[in-house]
């Protein structure tokens, strides 16, 4: 099963989403448009090369190829996209591909919709939902503190959803005040 991501340029195809909700609807109204090859898009999929040869000679660990980590050459297919909406199939869940391709987006200027986690990531930084902000920021310094090699599990072997879902179960539970 793949893990799904729905990247679109904002200069093009504008405005950009105010919640996850419109991120969803634009990244859905967005699938279906043709669009001509994007610049954006090549700079994302070379970004996802450049960050997968980084963390792999961090790591000192090259068992797992490019195609293998991201499910493909993210620069083939980036070059080959012609839709406005570049949907990056990552071969699993993970919390380490799931920030670089967030990352990359940003740096693309493009805006990036996870709507497995109902999460949009806009190219300013701008995290939707509101309330998943806090979460993703802790999310990014596990990252930072654990593992760096690509086939390394995290410390407590959860996957970014059940990781998400933790908090916010952790969340709603400081919260709430109700007997």
């Known amino acids: 099963m793949s893990y799904e991501l729905r990247i679109w340029d904002p200069v093009r195809h504008a405005p950009l989403p105010a919640s996850a909700d419109e991120a969803l609807d634009i990244a859905e109204r967005l699938r279906s448009v043709p669009d001509t090859p994007n610049p954006a898009f090549e700079r994302f999929g070379r970004s996802l090369a450049d960050g997968y040869a980084a963390l792999t000679k961090a790591?000192?660990?090259?068992?797992?190829?490019?195609?293998?980590?991201?499910?493909?050459?993210?620069?083939?297919?980036?070059?080959?996209?012609?839709?406005?909406v570049y949907e990056l199939s990552l071969p699993v869940e993970d919390a380490r591909r799931l920030a670089l391709a967030v990352g990359a987006a940003g740096?693309?200027?493009l805006a990036l919709l996870d709507d497995e986690n109902g999460m949009c990531?806009?190219?300013?930084?701008?995290v939707y939902p509101d309330d998943s902000r806090e979460m993703w920021a802790a999310t990014l310094d596990e990252l930072r503190a654990g593992p760096t090699a690509p086939g390394d599990v995290a410390p407590d072997n959860r996957t970014l959803l059940q990781q998400i879902a933790s908090a916010l179960f952790d969340a709603i539970g400081r919260g709430n005040n109700h007997q």
């Open 59 to 84: 790591a000192g660990a090259d068992d797992v190829t490019l195609e293998e980590f991201w499910g493909g050459d993210p620069q083939e297919q980036a070059r080959a996209c012609q839709a406005a």
């Open 107 to 109: 740096d693309a200027g």
């Open 121 to 126: 990531f806009l190219p300013d930084g701008v």
